[in-house]
Protein backbone atom coordinates (compact mmCIF):
# COMPACT_ATOMS: atom_id res chain seq x y z
CA UNK A 1 0.00 0.00 0.00
CA UNK A 2 1.12 3.50 -0.91
CA UNK A 3 1.59 6.10 1.56
CA UNK A 4 -1.43 8.40 0.31
CA UNK A 5 -3.43 5.21 0.06
CA UNK A 6 -2.69 4.62 3.98
CA UNK A 7 -3.22 8.50 4.34
CA UNK A 8 -6.50 8.27 2.69
CA UNK A 9 -7.23 5.20 4.60
CA UNK A 10 -6.28 6.74 7.57
CA UNK A 11 -8.43 10.16 6.98
CA UNK A 12 -11.91 6.84 6.12
CA UNK A 13 -11.23 6.07 10.07
CA UNK A 14 -11.22 9.44 11.33
CA UNK A 15 -14.29 10.37 9.52
CA UNK A 16 -15.93 7.39 11.00
CA UNK A 17 -14.97 8.54 14.17
CA UNK A 18 -16.49 11.96 14.00
CA UNK A 19 -19.87 10.26 12.67
CA UNK A 20 -19.59 8.57 15.97
CA UNK A 21 -18.90 10.99 18.17
CA UNK A 22 -21.54 13.43 16.96
CA UNK A 23 -23.55 10.42 17.94
CA UNK A 24 -23.09 10.29 21.56
CA UNK A 25 -21.89 13.68 22.75
CA UNK A 26 -23.73 15.98 20.05
CA UNK A 27 -25.72 17.42 22.55
CA UNK A 28 -23.13 18.37 25.12
CA UNK A 29 -20.91 19.61 22.51
CA UNK A 30 -24.04 21.65 21.69
CA UNK A 31 -24.59 23.07 25.67
CA UNK A 32 -20.66 23.78 25.82
CA UNK A 33 -21.03 26.01 22.83
CA UNK A 34 -24.00 28.19 24.27
CA UNK A 35 -22.07 28.40 27.16
CA UNK A 36 -19.35 29.89 25.42
CA UNK A 37 -21.40 32.37 23.65
CA UNK A 38 -22.97 33.31 26.94
CA UNK A 39 -19.71 33.99 28.51
CA UNK A 40 -18.29 35.93 25.61
CA UNK A 41 -21.27 38.35 26.25
CA UNK A 42 -21.19 38.69 29.60
CA UNK A 43 -17.83 39.75 28.94
CA UNK A 44 -18.10 42.04 26.48
CA UNK A 45 -21.09 43.92 28.50
CA UNK A 46 -18.88 44.04 31.15
CA UNK A 47 -16.08 45.73 29.56
CA UNK A 48 -18.41 48.13 28.04
CA UNK A 49 -20.02 48.77 31.61
CA UNK A 50 -16.00 49.26 33.30
CA UNK A 51 -14.84 51.06 30.69
CA UNK A 52 -17.78 53.57 30.36
CA UNK A 53 -17.66 53.96 33.86
CA UNK A 54 -13.77 54.11 34.45
CA UNK A 55 -13.19 56.72 31.41
CA UNK A 56 -16.66 58.85 32.01
CA UNK A 57 -18.42 58.05 28.93
CA UNK A 58 -15.55 59.03 26.79
CA UNK A 59 -16.15 58.89 22.84
CA UNK A 60 -12.50 57.14 21.92
CA UNK A 61 -12.99 54.60 24.75
CA UNK A 62 -16.83 53.81 24.18
CA UNK A 63 -16.21 53.54 20.36
CA UNK A 64 -12.56 51.00 20.46
CA UNK A 65 -14.74 49.03 23.24
CA UNK A 66 -17.73 48.76 20.40
CA UNK A 67 -15.87 47.76 17.73
CA UNK A 68 -13.74 45.50 19.99
CA UNK A 69 -16.84 43.70 21.13
CA UNK A 70 -17.93 43.30 17.96
CA UNK A 71 -14.95 41.38 16.56
CA UNK A 72 -14.82 39.32 20.00
CA UNK A 73 -18.10 38.27 18.90
CA UNK A 74 -17.11 37.49 15.56
CA UNK A 75 -13.82 35.54 16.67
CA UNK A 76 -15.69 33.32 19.09
CA UNK A 77 -15.65 30.05 16.53
CA UNK A 78 -12.36 30.19 17.62
CA UNK A 79 -12.79 28.43 21.00
CA UNK A 80 -15.42 26.13 19.13
CA UNK A 81 -12.75 23.41 19.94
CA UNK A 82 -12.85 23.71 23.68
CA UNK A 83 -16.15 21.93 23.73
CA UNK A 84 -14.96 18.64 22.55
CA UNK A 85 -11.82 18.56 25.52
CA UNK A 86 -14.07 19.84 28.11
CA UNK A 87 -16.19 16.92 27.23
CA UNK A 88 -12.99 14.62 27.65
CA UNK A 89 -12.70 16.40 30.90
CA UNK A 90 -16.32 16.20 32.56
CA UNK A 91 -15.49 19.94 32.74
CA UNK A 92 -18.38 22.30 34.73
CA UNK A 93 -19.89 24.48 32.37
CA UNK A 94 -18.58 27.35 34.82
CA UNK A 95 -15.48 26.59 34.57
CA UNK A 96 -15.24 26.33 30.81
CA UNK A 97 -17.41 29.76 31.31
CA UNK A 98 -14.30 31.37 33.63
CA UNK A 99 -11.92 29.83 30.87
CA UNK A 100 -13.52 31.56 27.92
CA UNK A 101 -13.80 34.73 30.03
CA UNK A 102 -9.95 34.89 31.15
CA UNK A 103 -7.86 32.58 29.09
CA UNK A 104 -9.52 32.94 26.45
CA UNK A 105 -9.55 36.48 26.19
CA UNK A 106 -5.76 36.70 26.32
CA UNK A 107 -5.72 34.21 23.96
CA UNK A 108 -8.15 36.43 21.49
CA UNK A 109 -5.85 39.77 22.42
CA UNK A 110 -2.43 38.03 20.75
CA UNK A 111 -5.19 37.83 17.72
CA UNK A 112 -5.48 41.03 17.90
CA UNK A 113 -1.49 42.36 18.44
CA UNK A 114 -0.58 39.82 15.67
CA UNK A 115 -3.17 41.93 13.18
CA UNK A 116 -1.54 44.86 14.06
CA UNK A 117 2.05 44.12 13.70
CA UNK A 118 1.78 42.18 10.41
CA UNK A 119 -0.97 44.78 9.62
CA UNK A 120 -3.65 41.79 8.71
CA UNK A 121 -6.47 43.86 7.37
CA UNK A 122 -8.64 41.03 6.84
CA UNK A 123 -8.81 37.34 8.71
CA UNK A 124 -8.22 34.96 5.25
CA UNK A 125 -10.61 37.40 3.24
CA UNK A 126 -13.49 36.38 5.64
CA UNK A 127 -14.13 39.38 7.89
CA UNK A 128 -12.33 42.79 8.49
CA UNK A 129 -9.70 42.69 11.51
CA UNK A 130 -10.66 45.29 14.17
CA UNK A 131 -7.51 46.72 12.63
CA UNK A 132 -9.24 47.58 9.38
CA UNK A 133 -12.50 48.38 11.61
CA UNK A 134 -10.49 51.48 12.90
CA UNK A 135 -9.34 52.59 9.81
CA UNK A 136 -12.74 52.71 8.33
CA UNK A 137 -13.93 54.20 11.12
CA UNK A 138 -11.45 56.69 10.98
CA UNK A 139 -11.73 56.58 15.13
CA UNK A 140 -8.06 58.17 15.15
CA UNK A 141 -7.11 58.49 11.62
CA UNK A 142 -3.29 57.72 11.64
CA UNK A 143 -3.27 56.17 14.80
CA UNK A 144 -5.25 52.69 13.54
CA UNK A 145 -2.29 50.28 14.88
CA UNK A 146 -1.65 52.02 17.79
CA UNK A 147 -5.18 51.77 18.85
CA UNK A 148 -5.28 48.09 18.18
CA UNK A 149 -2.73 47.45 20.50
CA UNK A 150 -4.43 49.38 22.93
CA UNK A 151 -7.38 46.85 22.56
CA UNK A 152 -5.71 44.26 22.33
CA UNK A 153 -4.28 45.02 26.07
CA UNK A 154 -7.19 46.33 27.05
CA UNK A 155 -8.73 42.60 26.13
CA UNK A 156 -6.17 40.83 28.06
CA UNK A 157 -5.74 42.93 31.28
CA UNK A 158 -9.63 42.47 31.30
CA UNK A 159 -9.55 38.77 30.80
CA UNK A 160 -6.55 37.94 33.43
CA UNK A 161 -8.59 40.18 35.40
CA UNK A 162 -10.95 37.81 36.26
CA UNK A 163 -8.07 35.45 37.80
CA UNK A 164 -6.35 38.27 39.96
CA UNK A 165 -7.35 37.79 43.93
CA UNK A 166 -8.94 34.66 43.63
CA UNK A 167 -8.02 31.89 46.60
CA UNK A 168 -8.90 29.21 45.24
CA UNK A 169 -5.58 27.05 43.72
CA UNK A 170 -7.09 26.50 40.43
CA UNK A 171 -7.78 30.53 38.97
CA UNK A 172 -4.20 31.18 40.33
CA UNK A 173 -2.67 28.16 38.63
CA UNK A 174 -4.66 29.22 35.08
CA UNK A 175 -3.37 32.43 35.88
CA UNK A 176 0.17 30.83 36.10
CA UNK A 177 -0.21 28.73 33.22
CA UNK A 178 -1.60 31.49 30.80
CA UNK A 179 0.67 34.28 31.78
CA UNK A 180 3.71 31.53 31.07
CA UNK A 181 2.41 31.04 27.61
CA UNK A 182 1.97 34.67 26.72
CA UNK A 183 5.71 35.22 27.32
CA UNK A 184 6.02 31.91 24.97
CA UNK A 185 4.21 33.50 21.99
CA UNK A 186 5.97 37.20 22.38
CA UNK A 187 9.37 35.24 22.27
CA UNK A 188 8.27 33.57 19.17
CA UNK A 189 6.65 36.59 17.59
CA UNK A 190 10.12 37.98 18.56
CA UNK A 191 11.83 34.97 16.80
CA UNK A 192 9.95 35.00 13.63
CA UNK A 193 11.78 37.97 12.54
CA UNK A 194 14.71 36.50 11.98
CA UNK A 195 16.58 36.71 9.01
CA UNK A 196 16.04 33.94 6.11
CA UNK A 197 19.98 33.33 6.62
CA UNK A 198 18.74 31.64 10.37
CA UNK A 199 15.95 29.35 9.14
CA UNK A 200 16.53 26.10 9.66
CA UNK A 201 14.67 22.69 10.47
CA UNK A 202 15.32 23.42 14.32
CA UNK A 203 15.00 27.19 13.80
CA UNK A 204 11.07 26.31 12.44
CA UNK A 205 10.00 23.81 14.86
CA UNK A 206 11.36 25.70 17.92
CA UNK A 207 9.23 28.97 16.25
CA UNK A 208 6.17 26.42 16.12
CA UNK A 209 5.81 25.93 19.17
CA UNK A 210 6.72 28.90 20.95
CA UNK A 211 4.60 31.14 18.62
CA UNK A 212 2.24 28.83 17.50
CA UNK A 213 1.58 25.60 19.81
CA UNK A 214 1.91 28.07 22.46
CA UNK A 215 -0.33 30.22 21.37
CA UNK A 216 -3.34 27.71 21.64
CA UNK A 217 -1.99 26.44 24.90
CA UNK A 218 -2.99 30.19 26.22
CA UNK A 219 -6.65 29.63 25.31
CA UNK A 220 -6.29 25.81 26.78
CA UNK A 221 -4.74 26.90 30.04
CA UNK A 222 -8.45 28.03 30.49
CA UNK A 223 -9.76 24.71 31.14
CA UNK A 224 -6.86 22.24 31.94
CA UNK A 225 -4.26 24.63 34.32
CA UNK A 226 -2.94 21.34 35.69
CA UNK A 227 -2.17 19.91 32.23
CA UNK A 228 -4.20 16.71 33.52
CA UNK A 229 -6.12 15.58 30.45
CA UNK A 230 -3.85 12.12 28.57
CA UNK A 231 -5.21 14.14 25.23
CA UNK A 232 -2.79 16.77 25.82
CA UNK A 233 0.96 15.90 24.33
CA UNK A 234 -1.74 14.21 21.15
CA UNK A 235 -2.95 18.20 21.23
CA UNK A 236 -0.01 19.85 21.23
CA UNK A 237 1.48 17.62 17.83
CA UNK A 238 -1.90 18.19 16.31
CA UNK A 239 -1.38 22.20 16.57
CA UNK A 240 2.26 21.40 15.37
CA UNK A 241 0.39 20.07 12.14
CA UNK A 242 -1.64 22.84 11.89
CA UNK A 243 0.52 25.21 11.70
CA UNK A 244 2.33 23.30 9.08
CA UNK A 245 -1.11 23.05 6.98
CA UNK A 246 -1.71 26.75 7.56
CA UNK A 247 2.15 27.17 5.77
CA UNK A 248 0.81 25.67 2.80
CA UNK A 249 -1.99 27.78 2.27
CA UNK A 250 -0.30 30.95 3.62
CA UNK A 251 3.12 30.18 1.55
CA UNK A 252 3.21 32.92 -1.49
CA UNK A 253 1.95 35.40 1.36
CA UNK A 254 4.74 34.26 3.75
CA UNK A 255 7.45 34.91 0.89
CA UNK A 256 6.21 38.00 0.15
CA UNK A 257 6.79 39.02 3.79
CA UNK A 258 9.72 37.16 4.32
CA UNK A 259 7.68 35.20 7.06
CA UNK A 260 9.30 31.55 7.84
CA UNK A 261 7.37 28.90 6.31
CA UNK A 262 7.73 25.23 5.73
CA UNK A 263 7.74 25.23 2.30
CA UNK A 264 10.55 27.91 2.07
CA UNK A 265 12.64 25.11 4.24
CA UNK A 266 12.82 22.83 1.83
CA UNK A 267 11.78 24.45 -2.07
CA UNK A 268 15.70 25.16 -2.26
CA UNK A 269 17.02 21.21 -1.38
CA UNK A 270 14.22 19.18 -3.02
CA UNK A 271 11.80 19.31 -6.07
CA UNK A 272 8.33 20.25 -6.10
CA UNK A 273 6.29 17.41 -6.73
CA UNK A 274 2.80 18.82 -6.49
CA UNK A 275 1.70 21.69 -8.79
CA UNK A 276 -2.40 21.26 -8.85
CA UNK A 277 -3.30 23.13 -5.70
CA UNK A 278 -5.03 26.59 -4.88
CA UNK A 279 -2.27 29.95 -5.09
CA UNK A 280 -0.24 28.51 -8.19
CA UNK A 281 2.70 27.08 -5.87
CA UNK A 282 4.36 24.02 -5.30
CA UNK A 283 5.01 21.21 -2.28
CA UNK A 284 8.54 20.46 -2.30
CA UNK A 285 8.34 16.96 -1.29
CA UNK A 286 10.34 17.06 1.71
CA UNK A 287 7.64 19.19 2.84
CA UNK A 288 4.74 16.80 2.18
CA UNK A 289 6.67 14.00 3.69
CA UNK A 290 6.82 15.86 6.80
CA UNK A 291 3.36 16.64 6.98
CA UNK A 292 2.66 12.98 6.19
CA UNK A 293 4.74 11.53 9.29
CA UNK A 294 3.16 13.60 11.41
CA UNK A 295 -0.40 12.71 10.28
CA UNK A 296 0.74 9.09 11.08
CA UNK A 297 2.51 9.67 14.16
CA UNK A 298 -0.91 11.52 15.11
CA UNK A 299 -2.82 8.21 14.47
CA UNK A 300 -0.54 5.89 16.50
CA UNK A 301 -0.84 8.40 19.06
CA UNK A 302 -4.97 8.50 18.73
CA UNK A 303 -4.83 4.76 18.80
CA UNK A 304 -2.81 4.82 22.17
CA UNK A 305 -5.83 6.84 23.93
CA UNK A 306 -8.58 5.68 26.16
CA UNK A 307 -12.44 6.74 24.96
CA UNK A 308 -13.64 9.21 24.63
CA UNK A 309 -9.65 10.84 24.12
CA UNK A 310 -9.43 8.58 21.17
CA UNK A 311 -12.56 9.44 19.29
CA UNK A 312 -11.88 13.09 20.13
CA UNK A 313 -8.55 12.63 18.72
CA UNK A 314 -9.40 11.10 15.86
CA UNK A 315 -12.20 13.46 14.92
CA UNK A 316 -9.40 16.13 15.18
CA UNK A 317 -7.22 14.39 12.96
CA UNK A 318 -9.55 13.55 10.59
CA UNK A 319 -10.06 17.63 10.20
CA UNK A 320 -6.07 18.07 9.36
CA UNK A 321 -6.39 15.41 6.72
CA UNK A 322 -9.15 16.77 4.98
CA UNK A 323 -7.55 20.11 4.85
CA UNK A 324 -4.64 18.69 3.31
CA UNK A 325 -6.71 16.41 0.38
CA UNK A 326 -8.28 19.62 0.08
CA UNK A 327 -4.87 21.04 -0.74
CA UNK A 328 -3.95 18.80 -3.31
CA UNK A 329 -1.56 16.55 -0.95
CA UNK A 330 -0.95 13.20 -1.24
CA UNK A 331 -2.87 13.26 -4.75
CA UNK A 332 -5.52 15.24 -3.28
CA UNK A 333 -8.06 16.86 -5.25
CA UNK A 334 -6.98 19.93 -7.60
CA UNK A 335 -9.11 22.70 -7.31
CA UNK A 336 -11.36 21.74 -10.30
CA UNK A 337 -11.18 22.39 -14.08
CA UNK A 338 -10.39 26.01 -15.27
CA UNK A 339 -13.48 27.92 -15.95
CA UNK A 340 -14.34 27.77 -19.87
CA UNK A 341 -12.94 30.94 -21.32
CA UNK A 342 -15.49 34.08 -21.84
CA UNK A 343 -16.12 35.25 -25.59
CA UNK A 344 -14.58 38.36 -26.78
CA UNK A 345 -16.82 41.64 -26.46
CA UNK A 346 -15.49 42.89 -29.24
CA UNK A 347 -15.00 46.43 -28.16
CA UNK A 348 -12.32 48.84 -28.58
CA UNK A 349 -11.99 52.28 -26.60
CA UNK A 350 -13.66 53.86 -29.54
CA UNK A 351 -16.46 51.93 -29.25
CA UNK A 352 -20.13 53.63 -28.86
CA UNK A 353 -22.67 53.47 -26.55
CA UNK A 354 -24.37 51.91 -29.09
CA UNK A 355 -22.06 49.48 -29.77
CA UNK A 356 -21.99 48.32 -26.17
CA UNK A 357 -25.99 47.82 -25.85
CA UNK A 358 -25.82 45.65 -28.73
CA UNK A 359 -23.09 43.84 -27.45
CA UNK A 360 -23.81 43.42 -23.85
CA UNK A 361 -27.19 44.75 -23.31
CA UNK A 362 -28.47 47.22 -21.03
CA UNK A 363 -27.16 45.84 -17.65
CA UNK A 364 -23.53 46.52 -19.04
CA UNK A 365 -24.40 50.14 -17.87
CA UNK A 366 -24.15 51.85 -14.56
CA UNK A 367 -25.48 54.93 -13.63
CA UNK A 368 -23.41 57.15 -10.84
CA UNK A 369 -23.29 59.54 -8.37
CA UNK A 370 -19.92 61.92 -7.97
CA UNK A 371 -17.14 59.56 -6.86
CA UNK A 372 -15.70 62.36 -5.01
CA UNK A 373 -18.25 63.95 -2.33
CA UNK A 374 -20.71 61.48 -3.34
CA UNK A 375 -23.45 64.19 -4.24
CA UNK A 376 -25.94 62.98 -7.40
CA UNK A 377 -26.41 66.57 -8.26
CA UNK A 378 -24.55 67.49 -11.29
CA UNK A 379 -24.84 69.56 -14.22
CA UNK A 380 -24.16 68.00 -17.87
CA UNK A 381 -21.16 68.91 -19.71
CA UNK A 382 -20.84 66.74 -23.27
CA UNK A 383 -21.61 63.97 -24.86
CA UNK A 384 -18.97 61.62 -25.99
CA UNK A 385 -19.19 58.44 -28.73
CA UNK A 386 -22.45 58.62 -27.13
CA UNK A 387 -21.91 58.98 -23.40
CA UNK A 388 -22.80 61.57 -20.73
CA UNK A 389 -20.15 63.87 -18.92
CA UNK A 390 -21.17 65.52 -15.72
CA UNK A 391 -19.92 68.09 -13.53
CA UNK A 392 -21.16 67.47 -10.07
CA UNK A 393 -22.46 70.58 -8.51
CA UNK A 394 -21.25 70.01 -4.87
CA UNK A 395 -17.42 69.62 -5.29
CA UNK A 396 -16.91 70.31 -9.36
CA UNK A 397 -15.45 66.78 -10.13
CA UNK A 398 -16.32 65.76 -13.66
CA UNK A 399 -17.10 62.07 -14.52
CA UNK A 400 -19.29 59.42 -17.10
CA UNK A 401 -22.71 57.87 -15.89
CA UNK A 402 -24.19 56.45 -17.08
CA UNK A 403 -20.86 54.26 -17.48
CA UNK A 404 -20.17 51.02 -18.15
CA UNK A 405 -19.24 48.61 -15.46
CA UNK A 406 -15.63 48.14 -13.98
CA UNK A 407 -15.72 44.59 -14.97
CA UNK A 408 -16.37 44.85 -18.56
CA UNK A 409 -14.02 47.53 -18.74
CA UNK A 410 -11.23 45.24 -17.49
CA UNK A 411 -12.49 42.55 -19.99
CA UNK A 412 -11.59 44.82 -22.68
CA UNK A 413 -8.52 45.83 -21.55
CA UNK A 414 -7.23 41.83 -21.41
CA UNK A 415 -8.52 42.09 -24.98
CA UNK A 416 -6.64 44.94 -25.82
CA UNK A 417 -3.65 44.60 -23.73
CA UNK A 418 -0.76 44.31 -25.97
CA UNK A 419 -2.02 47.63 -28.04
CA UNK A 420 -2.70 49.91 -24.99
CA UNK A 421 1.36 49.76 -23.87
CA UNK A 422 2.28 51.66 -27.20
CA UNK A 423 1.02 54.68 -26.52
CA UNK A 424 2.63 57.87 -26.17
CA UNK A 425 1.64 58.16 -22.23
CA UNK A 426 3.92 55.12 -21.99
CA UNK A 427 6.52 56.74 -22.78
CA UNK A 428 5.80 59.90 -20.93
CA UNK A 429 6.36 57.61 -18.14
CA UNK A 430 9.60 57.19 -19.30
CA UNK A 431 10.73 60.98 -19.40
CA UNK A 432 9.65 60.82 -15.86
CA UNK A 433 10.73 58.11 -13.71
CA UNK A 434 14.00 59.82 -12.76
CA UNK A 435 12.22 62.95 -11.10
CA UNK A 436 9.63 60.66 -9.55
CA UNK A 437 12.67 57.81 -7.82
CA UNK A 438 14.66 61.11 -7.15
CA UNK A 439 11.48 62.85 -5.04
CA UNK A 440 10.83 59.56 -3.53
CA UNK A 441 14.50 58.57 -2.65
CA UNK A 442 14.70 62.03 -0.80
CA UNK A 443 11.14 61.90 1.11
CA UNK A 444 10.43 58.32 1.89
CA UNK A 445 11.21 57.40 5.32
CA UNK A 446 12.37 53.53 3.79
CA UNK A 447 13.55 51.85 1.01
CA UNK A 448 9.92 49.60 0.34
CA UNK A 449 8.39 51.21 -2.50
CA UNK A 450 5.28 49.84 -4.56
CA UNK A 451 4.04 51.05 -8.68
CA UNK A 452 0.42 50.41 -8.61
CA UNK A 453 -0.03 50.32 -12.04
CA UNK A 454 3.42 50.34 -13.70
CA UNK A 455 3.05 50.01 -17.34
CA UNK A 456 6.27 49.21 -19.21
CA UNK A 457 7.85 49.60 -15.64
CA UNK A 458 9.90 52.28 -16.32
CA UNK A 459 9.77 53.69 -12.57
CA UNK A 460 10.26 49.91 -11.36
CA UNK A 461 13.65 49.28 -13.33
CA UNK A 462 15.00 52.63 -11.91
CA UNK A 463 13.92 52.82 -8.72
CA UNK A 464 16.08 50.17 -7.50
CA UNK A 465 18.91 52.04 -8.56
CA UNK A 466 17.75 54.25 -6.74
CA UNK A 467 18.07 51.79 -3.04
CA UNK A 468 14.06 50.92 -3.44
CA UNK A 469 13.18 47.21 -2.85
CA UNK A 470 10.73 47.06 -5.28
CA UNK A 471 7.09 45.58 -6.13
CA UNK A 472 4.49 46.28 -8.66
CA UNK A 473 1.03 45.51 -10.03
CA UNK A 474 -0.95 46.07 -12.94
CA UNK A 475 -3.99 44.35 -15.03
CA UNK A 476 -2.19 43.95 -18.04
CA UNK A 477 -0.89 40.08 -18.26
CA UNK A 478 1.48 40.54 -20.80
CA UNK A 479 3.56 43.51 -19.31
CA UNK A 480 3.70 41.23 -15.94
CA UNK A 481 5.24 38.66 -17.59
CA UNK A 482 7.58 41.03 -19.23
CA UNK A 483 9.02 41.83 -16.62
CA UNK A 484 8.86 38.98 -14.51
CA UNK A 485 12.44 37.57 -15.18
CA UNK A 486 13.52 40.85 -13.21
CA UNK A 487 11.00 40.72 -10.59
CA UNK A 488 9.66 37.55 -9.72
CA UNK A 489 6.75 37.33 -7.43
CA UNK A 490 7.44 41.14 -6.51
CA UNK A 491 5.14 41.22 -9.16
CA UNK A 492 1.52 41.25 -9.17
CA UNK A 493 -1.59 40.78 -11.61
CA UNK A 494 -4.68 42.63 -9.70
CA UNK A 495 -7.75 40.88 -10.88
CA UNK A 496 -11.28 43.46 -10.77
CA UNK A 497 -12.33 40.04 -9.08
CA UNK A 498 -10.08 40.71 -6.44
CA UNK A 499 -8.46 44.14 -6.31
CA UNK A 500 -6.66 44.08 -2.87
CA UNK A 501 -2.84 43.97 -2.91
CA UNK A 502 -0.76 41.47 -1.55
CA UNK A 503 1.63 43.01 0.16
CA UNK A 504 1.78 45.95 3.07
CA UNK A 505 4.66 47.72 4.84
CA UNK A 506 5.32 50.24 1.99
CA UNK A 507 7.77 53.58 2.58
CA UNK A 508 6.29 54.89 -0.97
CA UNK A 509 4.09 54.06 -3.14
CA UNK A 510 3.08 55.58 -7.03
CA UNK A 511 0.05 55.77 -8.70
CA UNK A 512 0.63 57.11 -12.01
CA UNK A 513 -2.54 57.33 -14.17
CA UNK A 514 -4.24 54.63 -12.28
CA UNK A 515 -7.02 56.54 -10.61
CA UNK A 516 -8.65 57.60 -13.88
CA UNK A 517 -9.36 54.37 -14.42
CA UNK A 518 -11.56 53.15 -11.21
CA UNK A 519 -15.53 52.78 -10.20
CA UNK A 520 -14.55 53.98 -6.67
CA UNK A 521 -11.08 55.57 -6.40
CA UNK A 522 -11.97 56.15 -2.81
CA UNK A 523 -12.36 52.31 -2.13
CA UNK A 524 -8.94 52.12 -3.77
CA UNK A 525 -7.03 55.04 -2.04
CA UNK A 526 -8.60 53.63 1.44
CA UNK A 527 -6.38 49.79 0.23
CA UNK A 528 -3.42 51.99 -0.47
CA UNK A 529 -3.50 54.27 2.92
CA UNK A 530 -3.92 50.55 4.63
CA UNK A 531 -0.72 49.28 2.59
CA UNK A 532 1.66 52.16 3.82
CA UNK A 533 3.79 52.62 6.60
CA UNK A 534 3.39 55.73 8.89
CA UNK A 535 5.25 58.80 7.59
CA UNK A 536 5.29 56.61 3.86
CA UNK A 537 4.93 58.65 0.96
CA UNK A 538 2.57 58.45 -1.92
CA UNK A 539 2.75 59.95 -5.56
CA UNK A 540 -0.25 60.06 -7.95
CA UNK A 541 -0.73 61.45 -11.22
CA UNK A 542 -3.87 62.06 -13.34
CA UNK A 543 -5.10 63.53 -16.40
CA UNK A 544 -5.44 67.36 -15.91
CA UNK A 545 -8.86 68.81 -16.51
CA UNK A 546 -7.38 71.97 -16.12
CA UNK A 547 -4.46 71.37 -18.39
CA UNK A 548 -3.89 73.64 -21.56
CA UNK A 549 -4.75 70.21 -23.41
CA UNK A 550 -8.07 69.81 -22.48
CA UNK A 551 -8.52 73.59 -23.11
CA UNK A 552 -7.49 73.07 -26.84
CA UNK A 553 -8.71 69.46 -27.61
CA UNK A 554 -11.94 69.71 -25.65
CA UNK A 555 -13.34 66.25 -25.93
CA UNK A 556 -11.02 65.22 -28.76
CA UNK A 557 -8.10 65.03 -26.12
CA UNK A 558 -7.19 61.34 -26.01
CA UNK A 559 -7.25 61.25 -22.30
CA UNK A 560 -11.26 62.20 -22.54
CA UNK A 561 -12.38 58.29 -23.17
CA UNK A 562 -15.02 57.02 -21.64
CA UNK A 563 -14.54 53.46 -22.19
CA UNK A 564 -11.57 53.69 -20.32
CA UNK A 565 -11.84 56.65 -18.24
CA UNK A 566 -14.19 56.91 -15.34
CA UNK A 567 -13.00 59.96 -13.86
CA UNK A 568 -11.43 63.72 -14.34
CA UNK A 569 -9.77 65.22 -11.83
CA UNK A 570 -8.62 68.73 -11.20
CA UNK A 571 -6.64 69.84 -8.50
CA UNK A 572 -9.40 70.63 -5.90
CA UNK A 573 -11.09 67.38 -6.77
CA UNK A 574 -7.86 65.19 -6.61
CA UNK A 575 -7.25 67.80 -3.25
CA UNK A 576 -10.59 66.62 -1.86
CA UNK A 577 -9.78 63.08 -2.20
CA UNK A 578 -6.92 63.04 -0.86
CA UNK A 579 -8.12 64.66 2.36
CA UNK A 580 -11.04 62.52 2.64
CA UNK A 581 -9.06 59.18 2.41
CA UNK A 582 -6.79 60.25 5.48
CA UNK A 583 -3.63 61.95 3.42
CA UNK A 584 -1.99 64.88 4.74
CA UNK A 585 0.31 67.61 2.98
CA UNK A 586 -0.80 67.22 -0.39
CA UNK A 587 1.51 69.37 -2.70
CA UNK A 588 1.25 70.10 -6.17
CA UNK A 589 4.48 68.61 -8.73
CA UNK A 590 5.23 70.61 -11.37
CA UNK A 591 8.28 68.22 -13.07
CA UNK A 592 10.99 69.95 -14.98
CA UNK A 593 10.38 69.89 -18.94
CA UNK A 594 11.98 67.24 -20.91
CA UNK A 595 14.99 68.13 -22.59
CA UNK A 596 14.87 69.43 -26.15
CA UNK A 597 16.64 66.86 -27.78
CA UNK A 598 15.07 64.06 -26.20
CA UNK A 599 11.37 65.39 -26.68
CA UNK A 600 9.50 63.97 -29.12
CA UNK A 601 8.07 65.83 -31.82
CA UNK A 602 4.46 65.74 -30.33
CA UNK A 603 5.45 67.28 -27.07
CA UNK A 604 7.46 70.13 -28.77
CA UNK A 605 4.24 71.42 -30.51
CA UNK A 606 2.08 71.39 -27.73
CA UNK A 607 5.10 73.03 -25.66
CA UNK A 608 4.66 75.65 -28.80
CA UNK A 609 0.93 76.42 -27.90
CA UNK A 610 1.50 76.60 -24.18
CA UNK A 611 0.90 73.29 -22.73
CA UNK A 612 2.95 71.12 -20.62
CA UNK A 613 4.63 68.34 -21.73
CA UNK A 614 2.23 65.71 -20.35
CA UNK A 615 -1.18 67.34 -19.68
CA UNK A 616 -1.31 65.20 -16.50
CA UNK A 617 -1.63 66.53 -12.49
CA UNK A 618 0.96 65.45 -10.05
CA UNK A 619 0.86 65.30 -6.67
CA UNK A 620 3.05 63.92 -3.68
CA UNK A 621 1.48 63.27 -0.29
CA UNK A 622 2.09 61.63 3.08
CA UNK A 623 0.29 59.05 5.17
CA UNK A 624 0.23 60.98 8.50
CA UNK A 625 2.95 59.41 11.30
CA UNK A 626 1.77 57.84 14.48
Avoid at 515 to 520: A, C, F, G, M, T
Avoid at 527 to 553: C, H, I, K
Wanted: charged content about 25%; aromatic content about 10%.
Amino acid sequence: MTRDEKIRMLADDCKAAKSRFDTDYGTEIANYRQAIAAAVQTFVSDLRQTVGHVAGNNLVCDTLVEKAGQYIDWLQWTFWDLPYYACALRLPVERLQKGVRSCGMAYLSLRIVDDAVDRHFTYKGRHDTLLSLFEKERLGNQRAEGLTVLAGLLVCFSGLRELAGSTDPVPVQMLGRCLEMLQHCTIGAIAELSPREAWSEEYYERLIQLKNVAFWETLYSGIDPHNDSPLLPFLRRYYALAQKLNDVGDFPEDERRSQPNLLSLYLAKQPPISNNRPHNSVIPAGAEEAIAEDCFALGRMADDLSEPEQVIARLKLGESLAEALRMGLFGGPSPGPAPAPRTSLGLEWYSTLEDVLAKLGPDALVETACAVCKSGDRKHLFEKQGFHYHRCSDCGHVYVSPRIKGSDAYRMGLELDRRDYDTELMEVQKFYAAPICHLLRARAPGHRLVDLGFGKGYILQLAKSYGFEVYGTDTSPSQVESLRPQFGNRLHQIMMEDPTLPWTGFDAVVISHVLEHLERPDEFLGTVFRAMNPDGVLYVAVPDLESVQFQLFGKKWDAISPLAHFQYFQESTLTRLLKDSLFIDIERVDHEPVREEIAPRWMRLLRKLGASDAGELAVVCRRPAL
